[in-house]
């Protein structure tokens, strides 16, 4: 359904006829580590991530796993681990 809230406008899986399921009764804003991400978006209400409702527990564990602006990042993190792997591997 359509957001009535802080999306207003935006089709969003939270609305109801009852109004925004989410907790609390609509989305959190996003958080610092969001900008750059073509997912965050400006409001009127300020700015909110267009795939996430609560963007501070997409970054709880580690990178957002769904941002578009950490692809570098994350393959970095892939190679640090392989080349750590191989390291193990090479001292036994
Ligand atoms: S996709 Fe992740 S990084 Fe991008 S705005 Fe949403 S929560 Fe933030």
């Known amino acids: ?17 009852n109004g925004c399921s989410y907790k609390g009764g609509s989305c959190n ?7 750059g991400c073509n997912r965050s978006k400006e409001y009127e209400t300020g700015w909110y991530c267009a795939a996430a409702p609560d963007p501070a527990l ?18 970095e993190e892939k190679a640090k681990h392989e080349n750590g792997n191989k390291k193990r591997i090479n001292e036994s």
């Open 1 to 17: 359904m359509i957001c009535t809230t802080v999306r207003n406008g935006e089709d969003c899986v939270f609305m109801s006829k």
């Open 29 to 35: 804003a996003v958080v610092e580590t969001c900008t």
């Open 58 to 75: 997409k970054w709880k564990n580690g990178n957002c796993n769904i941002a578009t602006h950490v692809t570098i990042t994350v393959k």
